[in-house]
């Protein structure tokens, strides 16, 4: 029997144009390389990922997708507003993609911009998840120890834990973040639900020194502060 085609892996890295927390965030620079050339690099640098594709709306973030040497495909202006999810512009990228090349995505990975010390081994842990151990979904997680509160107006309580006791780290169950960095689906299985997280979800531990998002200006600032710390 002739052999079985290699499933193709496509990682998406969804970057609009506009941004209210951080203007022209996707293309601010942290350790002198634009976010979204970062993100690209990242996933170019991953050996589990077949093509690297960025769906936007803006100029600007198209050259430096294609400079740093992605794809782009152009984002409709239904699925580039505010409220538009990244599940949407996902989609919309498989179906762009495979247009142009013909064939079938089976795995797609999700990179956010906003993650600038992603490293390519993560986006391997979410693929080889996917791929190698039958998870139908997997995203990026860290260990997270923090006593978490929230002020309803009824008062502060504990999240997750009894505010009365206070054990000791090692007495607790451990916590793992999101990381909202790489995510990656079955595409089938992705279509079906239309959300990134279906069947059995995978969670791949990285390293917490690394995590960052960048939501607010003083975000950005940490990034570039910590870049020739973790840029090596």
Known sequence: MPNSPQ??????????????GVPGKNLAE???VPLVARAVR???AAKLVDAVLVSTDDFGIAEAARAAGAEVVAR?????GDTATSESAVLHAIDAYQAMHGGVVDVAVLVQCTSPF??????????AAVLEDGADSALTVAPFHGFVWRDDPGGAHGVNHDKAVRP???DRPQDLLETGAAYAMKVPGFRASGHRFFGRTALVRTDPARVLEIDEPGDLARARALAPLLDT
């Open 7 to 20: 499933p193709t892996v496509l990682a998406v890295i969804p970057a609009r144009g506009g941004s209210k």
């Open 30 to 32: 942290v350790g002198g």
């Open 42 to 44: 990242a996933c170019a």
């Open 76 to 80: 409709p202006p239904d699925i580039s």
């Open 118 to 127: 992603l490293a390519a081994g993560d986006i391997d842990g979410v693929a």
């Open 168 to 170: 000791r780290r090692q």
